[in-house]
């Protein structure tokens, strides 16, 4: 994938940004030496990009994430290094945002550094088969949440429509008609479809472009 | 396309509550189990419902109970300390026999504990939490899929025996994602003549309440409420067997433990351990006889637990102590993995045969 300087994830809570966030930080590294992966989730204590805190060491990502996430501490809490995203220019990001409109209040605080700089990428990640985004209208009402509550405009959508472990290639073809309506409607770009890597070789040749996701959480 | 949508299992216990006819949630958040309260507040006025955060846990269950006192289908839900802050409330309305239902997303305790998942609200929920002799109905589902069917059972139990049902969750249950269908048939609410709905002059006035001044009275309703309860235990308790025919151990274990332990059953079995588990799905009432049957044939059972040992006194009462009962646990917001299960049947076993 092409990055800006700064990739940033919204979406529903539930759709997929952190494992999105996780694997294009390991695509850009490929690309390019100094980058970052910044968690800003206030919402969630849980599935945490810190959950591949050590992946990230040892392949030289550098992690910008609150010292409390993934812990018992159970505060809304924004990193101490906060300012190195927007402040240090040489440094490419992608920014896990936290889900909804309520995730999304934390990135306003770095709207204005974002806005004037203009080198940003900010993708709504879409899962059709999520309960409160079953269609294109009440996933563009999301985007529209979103953006009123960080103050920045959305550039693209990402299609990361699955059921976890049940997916099938089927499953994934059968949302393309989804995300082309919400990219139609709020006049955005798919810019890419997501799906595990089970599912890469048999989707390959029937969705552009598509990218390859290797799944962090954890199963029982 | 597929019938199944991607469910966090808060999210699933919020809708099916919904598909169940509650139009009525009271709540306060608390971490796990944030994401009930996030999609009702969400979802209800779009369908003509009440959400409402409350003041207090006191004050939800509080609410709870005035709903339920009308006849309509009603819930709150919480975590640990938030359930416990209900417990006074949970007490009322088995006082005044009313049917609502509760949700536990139980964290690491005691005290404030942590966010962490735990099932140390076993005694709580099973053996009271309030004060004074009641029941409720405790369901402990063990996929997303039954967080989703068991808030509707917990309904209609709630209604059929005019009591409380609880839905005993954990962390990782509560926020962990897993397909579901959502196509549950529910069965409509019964009559309630009881409710206090307004008598339009028709009917002499319905009266909900917990206070009784005389106490042989009291004694009798007491008595009534324990026959009830005797007709739940006979007829509604739920469980689940996983190989426990020709088992020397048996497991016994509910929610996230009882998916570690098929897991530690399976891998016993290709050892040539013959392993089994029994997963309670109604805490209370207790599924006694499976345990009882299996003691005939077992040699052991191990209870796996999030806690310090809670169920295992269960487990020991239905199998009359015939066998010995080991206790597998971790605590304060640790899940025990399959290898510490399968080592603990590899002891008990006595070794790998």
Known sequence: MHYKRL??????????????????AYD??????????????IVNPYFRTKDSERDFAERGIRL???DFASSNVDLPSMPADLYSITDDKSLSVILDIGGDDRGAFALGRLRDAILSEGDYDM??????????????????????????????PFTGIINNSNIARETTAQDVLNTVAYAEEVGKISGLPVVCTTVEDRL?????????PLFSLTLQAKLI | MSDKILMKGNEAIAEAAIIAGCRHYFGYPITPQTEIAAYMAKKMPKIGGTFLQAESEIAAINMVYGVASAGKRVMTSSSSPGVSLKGEGLSYLAGSDLPSLIVNVQRGGPGLGGIQPSQSDYFQSTRGGGHGDYHMIVLAPASVQEMAELTVKGFELADAYRMTSMILADGTMGQMMEPVSL????????????????????????????????????????FKRYER?????????????????????????????ARVSKNAVDEA??????????????????????????????KAFISVELNMGQMIEDVLLATESKRPVTLCNRAGGMIPDPKQVLNSIIEVNGGIQ
Not at chain 1, 7 to 17: A, D, E, F, V
Not at chain 1, 28 to 41: E, F, T
Not at chain 2, 232 to 256: H, Q
């Open chain 1, 123 to 152: 993708y709504m990640v879409v899962n059709r088969y999520r309960p409160l985004t079953p269609d294109a209208m009440s996933t563009v009402e999301v985007m529209g949440e979103i953006e009123a509550a960080c103050g920045i």
């Open chain 2, 183 to 222: 196509d549950i048939d529910v069965k409509p609410s019964p009559e309630k003549p009881w409710a206090t709905t307004g008598t339009k002059m028709a009917r002499e006035h319905n009266i909900v309440n917990s206070l009784s001044l005389v106490p042989e009275e009291l004694e009798q309703l007491n």
């Open chain 1, 28 to 41: 850009l590294r490929n690309q390019r030496d100094n980058i970052a992966v910044a968690d800003l989730d």
């Open chain 2, 269 to 298: 079995r290709k050892m040539g351990i013959k392993a089994g588990l029994i997963r309670p799905i109604t805490l209370w009432p207790f599924p006694k006889a499976p345990f009882k049957a299996a003691a005939g044939h077992a």
């Open chain 1, 200 to 208: 890469y070789d048999e989707l390959k040749d029937k969705i552009s």
């Open chain 1, 7 to 24: 990739t940033i994830l919204c979406g529903h809570y539930g759709s997929g940004k952190t494992n999105i966030a996780v694997n294009m």
């Open chain 2, 229 to 257: 309860y005797k007709v739940i235990e006979e007829n509604e308790t739920m469980f689940e067997e996983y190989k426990v025919e020709d088992a020397d151990i048996v497991l016994a274990a509910f929610g996230i433990a």
């Open chain 1, 64 to 66: 910008i994430c609150s």
